[in-house]
């Protein structure tokens, strides 16, 4: 089962305009979110994240809102550059019990192309 | 501030062999996570270990297997290879502490079993 799911594999948008990246999850125990931004043979990079006590988080041209009641976070990217091409990741992380540690569950991943 | 090292790059292996990866997390970390990134299944939670310990698991097989030493760098093990095992194998890195819970991540091993 999947628990955090990216539903769009990809998305095409011009430059200077919004880009909004969707994630939908399942697990109500979910209280960290993180987005991560991907360029082909080269590992995740970190781009913003969430706590489940916040509904939006902003750090310059990338905003992430969250919708507990939904379920639903987004990410928006404003104005979208063509150096924003690259796989975004969803993630979300619960506590672990007892031993104090966290895992990250990951999206599928949504191929964003931002057209020049 | 150096980032997450992964060694090697690149790694060929046959079927039925075993292979080692090398992880060494940003320097004040002691939290090390391993992932499997497939095209089909995204990036999947192999284990996490923090000062030596294996704190959490993934659901992988126990052909997959890790370590940690003293000074928080990890290597990641997996014995009798499967074509299916062939894959991006990423590291990432962080405090493992408090709630600051951003993993950094190394470019990755990609191995590929022929």
């Known amino acids: 089962d999947q628990q955090v799911k990216q539903n769009s594999p990809s998305l095409s948008v011009q430059e200077g305009r919004i880009s909004i990246l969707n994630c939908d999850y399942t697990n109500s125990m979910f209280d960290y979110f993180l987005w991560y931004k991907k360029y082909p043979a080269e590992g995740p990079t970190f781009l913003i994240s969430?706590?489940?006590?916040?509904d939006k988080n902003e750090d310059g041209r990338f905003t992430v809102f969250l919708n507990k009641s939904a379920k639903h976070l987004s990410l928006h990217i404003v104005p979208s550059q063509p150096g924003d091409s690259a796989v975004y990741f969803c993630a979300a992380s619960a506590p672990h019990s007892g031993a104090g540690s966290y895992q990250l569950t990951f999206g599928k991943g949504t191929k964003l192309s931002v057209i020049p | 501030k150096a980032g997450v090292t992964q060694t090697p790059r690149y790694l060929i292996k046959t079927r039925g062999q075993q292979v080692t990866l090398s992880c060494s997390p940003i320097s004040g970390h002691r939290s090390v996570s391993w992932y499997q990134q497939t095209p089909g299944q995204g990036l999947q939670f192999l284990f996490e270990?923090?000062?030596?310990?294996?704190?959490n698991k993934g659901n992988f097989p126990g052909r997959f297997s890790g370590r940690q030493f003293s000074n928080s760098r990890s290597e990641m093990n997996v014995s009798t290879l499967e074509l299916g095992d062939s894959a991006l194998y990423l590291c990432?890195?962080?405090?493992?502490?408090?709630?600051?819970?951003?993993?950094?991540f190394g470019q990755g091993t990609r191995l590929t079993v022929v």
């Open positions: 990432a890195s962080s405090s493992g502490q408090g709630a600051i819970l951003e993993a950094f």
């Open positions: 270990y923090f000062s030596e310990t294996q704190r």
């Open positions: 969430i706590s489940s006590i916040k």
